[in-house]
Structures are given as structure tokens and as C-alpha cells.
């Protein structure tokens, strides 16, 4: 005590009774961990903390899809905007013009598809008492009829709904449902759109820090790979943009050749389309062929026999020469990857898992491979 009241006078201090040392005894024996009940007592507190932090990432799962997509696309246009900067603009100009740009693109989408959905949608329900009654012109489904009631009972449901205006409202569980249904979807465009900037902006940033938690001495092939991955994922979005622009090309082309109704329409939704992997170019194909069906049996078997060449001429020429310099996975791969990342988050996963896969398959090739290699 007295030594420590020295030591305080030499620096300045004078000691007081806050300075005293109280005695609060001798320290007892350390805790017996190897006792049940502690490893009990330490088992169910770390169980708990899981599951509530399980419940808490369940509960906002919908918001990481939101990040996690968000974050991909600012991955995606920064290349873009990597270009530009390249010209002299400000990280803040580049960023300004490629959002401007993917929001008009977006609004040019909506403007030429909308209508004429919407039209169709309106022909359809105008022309259906015509489609059921050409159905009772048919003498077989006219004598299923007149067992069953079936089309009677679609006449006399169609009637209700186009009298009540359920067939909107239906579909999207009730009057609650649709003012829902839209909330929730601009809000989730609003989220992703406003977190893409913010991602855009400060990526260098972002990095930056996320690379800091890495130990000094591996902090350059830690930043080497993150920055590899960026690009890579980078440039799986600007490649994967072009090859679907060429099928939105081709369709509008094709479209014109057989004289097809909204042919703009038509290449937009393949713009859109196409960028889902695996399943893209079948939910492309069926729309145009449906689209042609209407016109005549002829022009939706010559569209399915154009899309389809079509389609091989992308798989063998087109996708090989564009993905080369970008993306080097084998097919198996990018089938596992899309049918699990399909399973996990729906079509958002299997956009998602093509590049998710690149950056495992550069991780495996840098780091783990030369390891096992070495032993």
C-alpha cells in the first residue's frame, strides 16, 4: 500500500481513499470444467444461443436474399463502372450513369410488354364464352359435358368472376392480398435498387475494410482473391447480358420473319428470360411458340424448329467464345450448382450459383489443389 501511495506521488497524483486497495480475500480454487454440470450447464447456454440466432436469421431471410442479390449486382455493374472511371468520371459520375441507364432499361421493359399483356389478357376474357362454346362444338367433350357439367361449371365460374371481379383478386388472395402482393414487391425493388447503389458506390471502400480483417501477412492474397472474384462475377454478369441481348435479337428477328403480334414484347421478356441459366431459353421458347400458336399451327412449328437450332448454335458457338476469357466451369458443375442454388433460393439461386461456383472453383485451384499437391 505504501508503495503504491510512492509511485502515485511521483506522478503527480495524490492518493486518496479511492485510490486504497481494498482486501477481498484470496482467490479460490479455478472451477472444475471437467464437472457434468458445468459441461452441461455450458452445452445448453451454447444450444440456445444457436437457436435463437437460427430463429433471428430465419425471421430475416428475406432481407440477406435482399442483400445477397443486391450485392451481385453491384458486382455485376462494376465493371461497368470501372470503364467509365477509366474515361475520367468520378466514381460517383460512373456509378450515376450506370444506374441511370439499368433504371431505363427497366422502365423501357415495362413500358412495351405491360400493354400488351394487359391487352391479351383482356382478349382473352372477352373471347372466352366463344372458346367454351367452340368446346361444346366438339362431340366428345360436348357428351363429357352433358355426364360431367364440366364446362358449364367453367362458364358458370368465369361469369362470377368477370361479374365480381374476382379473377384479380383471386389470384392474389383477396382485395388484402393484392395491396399486399404490390407493397411488398416495390418495396423489395425499392431495397434492392437503393442497397445497389449504396453497394456500387462504396465497393472499393467495402472491400477495403473486409480485406483489413485478414492477418497482415496474407492480406495481399486475401485482396488478390476477393478482387478475382469480383471480376469474375463481374464479368459472368456482362457476359451472360450479351449472350441474352442475342436472343432477344434473334427473337425479335424471328418474330418479324413469321409476323408475330408484340414483337418487341416478345425480345424484351427473352431479354429477361435468358439470363436465368439452364431453364431460360424453355420458358423463352414456350412463349414464342404460344405466341405463334396463335397465329396458325405452321408458324409455332417453324418458330420451335428456329428457336431450337437457335439454341444449339448458343450452347456450341456462341456461350464457348463469350465465357471463355470470363468463366471456365465444366457442365456438370454449373448444372450441380444451378439445381442447388434452385432449391435454395428458387430462380434468384440459380442465377446466383453460376459465379458462386467460378469463385469456389478459383479458391479450390489457388489454394486447396496446391496443398494437396505439396503433401
Known amino acids: 500500500m505504501a508503495k503504491i501511495g510512492r509511485v502515485l506521488r511521483k506522478v503527480g497524483i495524490k492518493p486518496s481513499k479511492h485510490h486504497e486497495i481494498q482486501d477481498f480475500g484470496k482467490k479460490g480454487a479455478p472451477l472444475n470444467t471437467q464437472r457434468p454440470f458445468y459441461f452441461g450447464f455450458l452445452a445448453a447456454s451454447g444450444a440456445l444461443v444457436a437457436i435463437t440466432l437460427l430463429r433471428a436469421l430465419q425471421s430475416a431471410s428475406q432481407v440477406f436474399v435482399l442483400i445477397i442479390i443486391a450485392l451481385f449486382l453491384a458486382m455485376g455493374l462494376n465493371p461497368t463502372v470501372e470503364t467509365?472511371?477509366?474515361?475520367?468520371?468520378?466514381?460517383?459520375?460512373?456509378?450515376?450513369?450506370?444506374?441511370?441507364?439499368?433504371?431505363?432499361?427497366?422502365?423501357?421493359?415495362?413500358?412495351?410488354?405491360?400493354?400488351?399483356?394487359?391487352?391479351?389478357?383482356?382478349?382473352?376474357?372477352?373471347?372466352?364464352?366463344?372458346?367454351l362454346d367452340s368446346l361444346r362444338s366438339n362431340a366428345t367433350l360436348n357428351q363429357l359435358n352433358n355426364d360431367y357439367g364440366f364446362i358449364d361449371s367453367l362458364e358458370k365460374k368465369l361469369e362470377e368472376w368477370i361479374s365480381d371481379g374476382k379473377i384479380l383478386t383471386?389470384?392474389?388472395?383477396?382485395?388484402?392480398?393484392?395491396?399486399?402482393?404490390?407493397?411488398?414487391?416495390?418495396?423489395?425493388?425499392?431495397?434492392v435498387l437503393?442497397?445497389?447503389?449504396?453497394?456500387?458506390?462504396?465497393?472499393?471502400?467495402?472491400?477495403?475494410?473486409?480485406?483489413?480483417?485478414?492477418?497482415?501477412?496474407?492480406?495481399?492474397?486475401?485482396?488478390?482473391?476477393?478482387?478475382?472474384?469480383?471480376?469474375?462475377?463481374?464479368?459472368?454478369?456482362?457476359?451472360?447480358?450479351?449472350?441474352?441481348a442475342l436472343a432477344a435479337v434473334f427473337v425479335f428477328a424471328l418474330a418479324l420473319g413469321l409476323n408475330l403480334p408484340y414483337a418487341a414484347a416478345l425480345a424484351m421478356v427473352i431479354l429477361f428470360v435468358a439470363l436465368i441459366p439452364l431453364i431460360g431459353h424453355f420458358l423463352g421458347a414456350s412463349i414464342v411458340i404460344l405466341v405463334a400458336l396463335t397465329q396458325s399451327p405452321s408458324k409455332a412449328l417453324l418458330a420451335l424448329i428456329l428457336y431450337t437450332a437457335y439454341v444449339q448454335i448458343e450452347n456450341f458457338i456462341i456461350t464457348p467464345r463469350i465465357m471463355k476469357r470470363s468463366l471456365a466451369i465444366p457442365g456438370l458443375v454449373t448444372i450441380v450448382?444451378?439445381?442447388?442454388?434452385?432449391?435454395?433460393?428458387?430462380?434468384?439461386?440459380?442465377?446466383?450459383?453460376?459465379?458462386?461456383?467460378?469463385?469456389?472453383?478459383?479458391?479450390?485451384?489457388?489454394?486447396?489443389?496446391?496443398?494437396t499437391d505439396a503433401s
Do not use: C, M, W
Open 170 to 191: 383471386g389470384a392474389f388472395g383477396g382485395v388484402l392480398g393484392v395491396g399486399r402482393t404490390v407493397l411488398s414487391g416495390a418495396f423489395s425493388v425499392l431495397t
Open 84 to 131: 467509365l472511371q477509366a474515361r475520367r468520371l468520378s466514381r460517383l459520375a460512373a456509378v450515376s450513369v450506370v444506374v441511370f441507364l439499368a433504371i431505363a432499361i427497366i422502365a423501357l421493359f415495362a413500358l412495351i410488354v405491360i400493354p400488351p399483356v394487359a391487352s391479351q389478357a383482356n382478349d382473352l376474357l372477352e373471347s372466352a364464352p366463344q372458346l
Open 194 to 244: 437503393v442497397l445497389t447503389l449504396h453497394f456500387l458506390a462504396s465497393l472499393p471502400s467495402v472491400t477495403k475494410i473486409l480485406y483489413r480483417l485478414a492477418p497482415a501477412s496474407r492480406r495481399q492474397r486475401v485482396s488478390s482473391f476477393g478482387d478475382a472474384i469480383i471480376s469474375r462475377v463481374g464479368s459472368f454478369v456482362g457476359s451472360q447480358v450479351l449472350i441474352a
Open 337 to 371: 450448382a444451378v439445381l442447388l442454388g434452385t432449391s435454395l433460393l428458387g430462380l434468384v439461386g440459380g442465377v446466383l450459383a453460376v459465379p458462386i461456383a467460378a469463385a469456389i472453383l478459383l479458391i479450390l485451384d489457388e489454394v486447396v489443389f496446391p496443398k
